[in-house]
């Protein structure tokens, strides 16, 4: 910290306990928490001179304000499962956590809509909208930390969005804090709404970096009456996209159609709830929901779509379906454990290259003599490459790096993308160029200096 800024956090620290209260300014050994986040297995740390929880929106543009007064950098911090790194404050500044911004402002059933706080966590949002026989489809993992506000800020995705979209899909309007510190709506509680320019799409996925979002309008539907997951195992990744070509091609439109590669299966085989055929090095799940007549009409074409299999496991009832989910959802935590360091590459292809993304990250990985486990988003061609290695041996990070920009330009040669759903964030910092085109990452760069001119919201990231 140099001693401008040092003083200008001094006089910030004290302003801010004015606005906000003691309690709700944190300094020092109480601020550690939020010195990491999920991307912590790949070496991400940073300290933020203060974190602030505000209450309200009007004291979250209260603290924009105060920071943009003093030229201090602000950070805001969901859940802080985010795998890119986007709410740590590298250069440090003010992190600002959303958590207190957790109310439910109203929930419509009749309408198909609830207005809720940013802060309310992914879980809570889920379960008030089944609640009321509703579906609130976005289901990224780690629902019971990840916020809302998070989830629209990354533009979360997740198995279902398979069918269903990703979070913005779900977003009618938003309240959101721009600097220098103004609260604005865009969108609102309208279905349809052409009037102006798209700027909820824009802060959809914006990262933390154009504006704070406080508060949002959810779009839901009818909660679907049934649904079947059909789990099958494969010898090899070659067969299983076979499978994963026949599932497209068979009419049926599944809610969600995931993979787990090699690596995956045997890191999380140990937990799978049921017994996995050890032939099984190649995992697809695919669900189907709708009516009960029309998954008791889908199920035996999944069935066949997914036939050869060395394993084909049909889960009918709710509680196998929970377990099964659980047991996807553990997989990050299971790859992590394996080594202690994991290097997770986001990315996406055209759905026809998705066997080839496969065999281009084992072939990396392979030559670099690192061990992969891959899983993901297998019906929206979205890969979670994962290069694991022990964080103590030296050099391991540094190849894991090499590996994933490989990756990363690879994967913009087959006319993917770098960054599928979890963002660019720091991780991914200064490759947005190996994506957009000059034209596209010039109207990028002036819409943040349109809105942040003096570049103090989240900087560094999805540059
Ligand atoms: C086990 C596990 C599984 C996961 N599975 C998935 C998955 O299936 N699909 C998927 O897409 N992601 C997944 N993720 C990543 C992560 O959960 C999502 O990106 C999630 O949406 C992040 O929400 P968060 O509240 O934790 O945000 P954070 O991690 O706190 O922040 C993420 C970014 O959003 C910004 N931000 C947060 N809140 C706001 C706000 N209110 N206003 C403006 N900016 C804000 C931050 O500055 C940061 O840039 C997974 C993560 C883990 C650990």
Known sequence: MSADVGSAVISLAEELREILGEDAVLQGADTVQYHVDASEGRGLRAEPDLVVRPADTYAVAAVMRACYEH???????????????????????????????????????????????????????????????????????????????????????????????????????????????????????????????????????????????????????????????????????????????????????????????QGAVEASRAAYPGSLDPRTRFLLIAEFDGSEADVAASAPVLEEALSPAVQLDARASVSEQDDLWRWRDSVTGAVAALLGGKLSVDVSVPAERFAEALSTSRDFAEQAGLRLCGWGHAGDANLHSTFVFDPSEEGALDAAERCADRLLARVVEMGGSIAAEHGIGWAKRGRLGLQLDDGSLEINRGLKQQLDPRGLLNPGKKE
Request: glycine letters at 16%.
């Open 71 to 261: 030229e201090v950098p602000l950070t805001p911090r969901g859940g802080g499962t985010g795998l890119v790194g986007g709410s740590l404050a590298f250069g440090g500044g003010v992190v600002l956590d959303l958590a207190l911004l957790n109310e439910v402002f109203e929930v419509r059933p009749e309408a198909w809509r609830m207005t809720v706080g940013a802060g309310l966590r992914t879980d809570h949002v889920r379960r008030l909208g089944r609640e009321s026989g509703l579906y609130f489809p976005p289901d990224p993992g780690a629902a019971e930390a990840s916020q809302i506000g998070g989830n629209i800020a990354t533009d979360a995705g997740g198995p279902h969005a398979f069918k269903y979209g990703t979070t913005g899909s779900w977003v009618l309007g938003l309240e959101v804090v721009v600097p220098p510190g103004k609260v604005i709506s865009v969108g609102g509680r309208n279905r349809k709404d052409v009037a102006g320019y798209n700027l909820t799409d824009l802060f959809v996925g914006s990262e933390g970096t154009l504006g704070i979002i406080t508060a949002c309008t959810l779009r839901l539907i009818p909660y679907p009456e049934s649904r079947v997951a059909v789990v099958a195992g494969y010898e090899d990744a070659a067969r299983g996209c076979a499978a994963l070509e026949e599932v497209l091609i068979s009419g049926l439109v599944p809610a969600a159609v995931e993979y787990l590669d």
